[in-house]
């Protein structure tokens, strides 16, 4: 009987596209912040798995970088975040505060327990449900209050807020250590919203006095002092992205995407490239095709307008993108710098993250939400890891 040979052993080192995430600038650009608050301290925002570049490495690092406090969205988040702080074994870590900015969804208050999770309560409800199963065991387990000031998505709306003044009651027996409300447009700095927000919130903390004051995200705390209180909330600027859109971005950047070229092909006759022959090829060129696709999270939406880089050379995305390949013009490079194998930088120093979401016609957030996971994953610096 003949053998059948073993499979080749699954590795991401033949992956298409690699992504290296640098846990040193993620430091850095926590320090630069920290550095930008007097008095009020720094938490850091990882939810959607630490903006796509790994809730657990990129926590670590923070959490080495003396980061003490973090927010994730969705209470799964936190359950694997807790569960990645406690096995670093490192006392510190696993004393960290999780706070869950999704709110107490029925039937969660075990989970939040069992992993010491603080839910950030939006409603009356919440309120009310939490304090009960407090009292239920005895025990004032931590919770932050979240107030709306102007989003009209999550937190106690104005009248609630309201009622909340006038029964104080119904915050007895609870352990708040944090009051929070979230600034809609930050990022446009003579926005006179956020004046508004900022008059609503202040208001708000003089009925709403208990634990600390967190006001800013990333964009917010650009926007001054008198916006910092005690304890900010970045979450993008950490990894990379513009806090003030159209200024020089002051943070390191976090993220370098490279894609590998699968084939180089002379095209001398006119033709057109790819899906829906959206590019035609009218005089002699040369074009790569590239491993990666939108279900990497290389959106559809730069298709004849993405830009890679080849050293310092700029080659553009002709044709649109498919779903594992693009195709890219290297006329202008020579030969022997573009050969099958050869990597064409898609995020780097010459395209920044917040470059390439303005070519996308998209934010800087969703191009690092949106990377993939067929990438080889490279993390460099983070100290022990
Ligand atoms: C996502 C989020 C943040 C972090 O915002 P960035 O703009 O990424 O800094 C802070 N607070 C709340 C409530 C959020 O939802």
């Not at 915050?171 to 003579?190: R, W």
């Not at 900010?232 to 971005?249: E, I, K, M, Q, S």
């Not at 084939?263 to 491993?291: F, K, L, N």
């Not at 959106?299 to 044709?319: A, F, M, Q």
Request: charged share 20%; aromatic share 6%; hydrophobic share 40%.
């Amino acid at each position: 009987m003949p053998t059948t040979p073993a499979p080749a052993p699954i590795s991401d080192a033949y992956a298409g596209a690699i992504l290296t995430i640098d846990l040193d600038a993620i430091v850095a650009n926590y320090r630069l912040l920290s550095g930008k608050l007097s008095g009020a301290s720094l938490s850091a925002v990882v939810k959607a798995d630490g903006y796509g570049l790994g809730a657990e490495p990129v926590a670590a690092a923070l959490a080495g970088a003396g980061c003490r406090v973090f927010y994730v969205a969705h209470i799964e988040e936190g359950i694997r975040l807790r569960q990645a702080l406690n096995d670093t074994g490192n006392s510190d870590f696993v004393q960290a505060e999780i706070h869950v900015l999704g709110g107490l969804l029925p039937n969660t208050e075990d989970a939040y327990d069992a992993s010491r999770l603080i839910p950030v309560l939006g409603s009356l409800d919440q309120i009310h449900n939490w304090k009960s199963y407090c009292q239920r065991l005895e025990r004032p387990l931590p919770c932050d209050i979240h107030a709306d000031t102007g989003m009209a998505r999550l937190g106690l709306p104005p009248v609630e807020v309201e009622k909340l003044v006038e029964e104080p009651s119904r915050l007895d027996d609870l352990n708040i250590l944090t009051v929070i409300s979230h600034l809609a447009c930050a990022d446009e700095p003579d926005n006179p919203k956020n004046a508004e927000q900022l008059d609503a919130f202040r208001e708000l903390r003089r009925h709403l006095p208990q634990g600390l004051a967190s006001f800013a995200n990333s964009s917010g705390i650009f926007l001054g002092p008198d916006y910092h209180f005690d304890q900010a909330r970045p979450g993008a600027a950490l990894f990379g992205v513009a806090p003030v859109p159209g200024d020089p971005n002051p943070m390191a950047q976090v993220v370098k995407l490279q894609g590998k070229i699968a084939q180089v092909r002379a095209v001398d006759t006119p033709q057109t490239v790819g899906y829906g022959a959206s590019h035609r090829i009218e005089s002699p060129a040369r074009i790569a095709t590239v491993i990666i696709g939108y279900a990497d999270g290389f959106l559809r939406s730069l298709s004849n307008k993405g830009t890679g880089y080849i050293g310092n050379i700029p080659v553009p995305v002709v044709g649109r993108v498919s779903m594992d390949l693009i195709t890219l013009d290297v006329t202008g490079v020579p030969e022997h710098l573009c050969p099958v194998g050869a990597l064409v930088d898609l995020i780097g120093p010459n395209n920044p993250i917040d470059q390439v979401a303005a070519a996308a016609g998209t934010i800087g957030y969703e191009i690092l939400t949106s990377l993939g996971h067929r990438y080889h994953r490279a993390y460099v610096g983070g100290g022990s890891t």
